[in-house]
Structure formats: structure tokens, C-alpha cells
């Protein structure tokens, strides 16, 4: 930063012209139109929670300091704010009716206020820094300044690294919790418009992980068509694929499950059916793999992580086992008993062996004491997974 100017301002010449715009990711504006509130590489609005934003005016009617304040001077009349977005949205929102605090026992707005109390209120000053620089200076600074309070997360911190065209279009799609098809993407994918996750999650997939990379490439594209394309096409396929919407399915790697299995044909009545089969099955522990163990041809049971033999199960037949076998002479492992090698008539001690289901649970075997069976943990690693 070349210069720093500290200045102070009311908040009614710094509300002058304010408008709350409901769909996230366009800028708020504020003196008269000359400051941008939310400038490109600004977060979208997350004090709307009934107690941060609320917090902000209950510090302004106690007499609180709300902290300082950075504008960038962008232009010889035109600002931006580049730290203080969230407290100057909060209170533009109260002066303008959007938000009430409860005052003297009762939920008020602005205009419910006693005169002399919403003249006390716009006399407050703010504590003002202005700041003028280069551009990497300017985003530099914005990282230092963002350090404390609520942390940017990662997309928060690309979107003011590579601001631009490409930046406020994919905003306004995928940052604007107005956008009816949010709820839609809400059964697929985790987290918050407001955070920017939509917005990740779309660009994770189209760039295989590669953000950074991606955005910096497409920083000054006029359109993010190839971004909802890809993005849409991931979305359409899995809807089409699994036509019945369980909420583990919310998160997952969608975009790898894509590249992966895209051009695999599936029966959808089939998937459905089996997916409500592996739901119901008790010995299924994680529903979140049932996806992609379906998707893979129902052979990697990893995924389900199937429910393992108690140790009472385990004890019982390790006994029933031992007892058998020394009585014949054999190992009590059954693979080593009828094999060849020195270990066959070899006892092993519990702890050196592994329950595993005589009939595998692929086929229709049940994770009781009737189906088990011990085996030394090289017969069973060699046996496979089932």
C-alpha cells in the first residue's frame, strides 16, 4: 500500500444510497453510490444469523466502537471496502428496515425507534483507514486484514485472488442462495451458497482439483459455460443413474464418481432396487459407499464396511475350532489343514487370526456365529474381502 489516510464517517453519509440487494453476489453500494460495499474479491454476506448482524447494531446503541474499517480508494471518487463489509451490510440493513434488535423488551426496526435515538444512531461515527495501491497490493492486504473474526476459506481467498469476470458470473450462479436450483444441488452437494461451496464443489469437479489452476486460466472469460455444463452434466447423470434421493448422498466425490463410471450403462430400476436392498441390510455400516459399490458392480465390499464379528462370536468358535482340530490332529485354521505346507498342523493363537464368513456376505451370508469361521491371517488376507 502506497498511502494509508484515517478519516472518520457517520453512518448516515456512509448509508446514503445504500440498497440491501437479496441476491448474493452483486455489490451493495453505499456515499451516495461511490462506495462499493462488497467489491468482486468480497465474501458474500454471512452476519444474517440473528446475532452477529444484530451483535453490530446492539454495540452502535450501547456507544461500542464497532473497530476499524479499510476503504481502497479505486478511483479519484469511487471506493471500496476491503475490510468491514459484513458490519457496514448489517447496519445499512437496520437503517433500511431489514433487520430489528429488540430494544427496551421489544423486537424494533429502524423506523420504530425514537427520533432522538435514530438521530444518535446516524451521527455514529465510523473509524475509517483509506488505502490506495496496486492491485496484488490491494489483495495482499486483504489477506493480512482477514485473518481474524471469521476466517475466508479457501474459495473465499481464490475469488479475491483471481476477481474478474469470471469470478462475479459464477457468483451470481452458484453464490446466490436465491437460485432456484439450489435446493436441487443441496441433495448432492455439502455446505452453504453464502460460503462459497457451490461454487468449489462446480469448480473441483470441472478442473479434477485443480482450483487454483482453473481460475487463474479463466480469470477474464466473459461466460462460465464450459463451469455450468460440466457441472450440470455431473448432476443430470447422477439424478439419472440413482433416481431416489437419500441424504448420504449429499457430499460425495460426484465428479469423480462421474469421470469414473460415465460411460458405464446402468439399469436405473435395478440401481434403485439395490440401493434400498444394501439401505435395509443391517450388516451394511457405511450407507455413504453404497454409491460407488454400486456403481463399481457390487464387488468392493470395503466400501459398505460390513459389520465385523463381535468378540464373543470370535471366542466362541476360535474354541470350537481348537477343540476340533487338536482332536484331529490338524491346524485349527481349515485352509491350513488341508494344505501342504509346515503350518498344517499348526494351532494358532486367537490373536493371530481373523473371523471371516464361511458363506461371504456377497452372497447372502449373514455376519452371525452360524457363518463364522477363523482362518490365520494369511489365508484370510489371500481369501480377499467378503
Partial sequence: MRTFLKTNITIENICDGFVYNEHEGRGLF?????????PEYQRNYIYADGKKDVAVIESILKGYPLGLMYFVKASDKRYEVLDGQQRITSIGRFVTNKLAVKHEGMEQNFDS????LQKQILKYQLTIYECEGEEHEIKAWFKTINISGIPLNNQEFNNAIYSGPFVTLAKEEFSNSKNSNIQKWSSYVSGSANRQDYLECALDWVSNGKIDSYMAQHRWDKNITELKKYFNSVIDWVTTVFTDVESEMRGLEWGRLY???????????????KVKELFADDYVKSRKGIFEFILGGCKDTKLLEIRVFDEPTKKATYA???TAAEKKGVSNCPLCAVGHESNKKRIWKLAEMDADHVTAWTKGGATDRNNCELLCRTHNRAKGNS
Fill in 113 to 116: 425507534l425514537p427520533a432522538t
Fill in 30 to 38: 453505499g456515499l451516495g453510490g461511490s462506495l462499493t460495499i462488497q
Fill in 259 to 273: 469421470e469414473t463410471y460415465k460411460k458405464k450403462p446402468y439399469n436405473p430400476k435395478k440401481v434403485s432396487e
Fill in 320 to 322: 470350537k475350532q481348537t
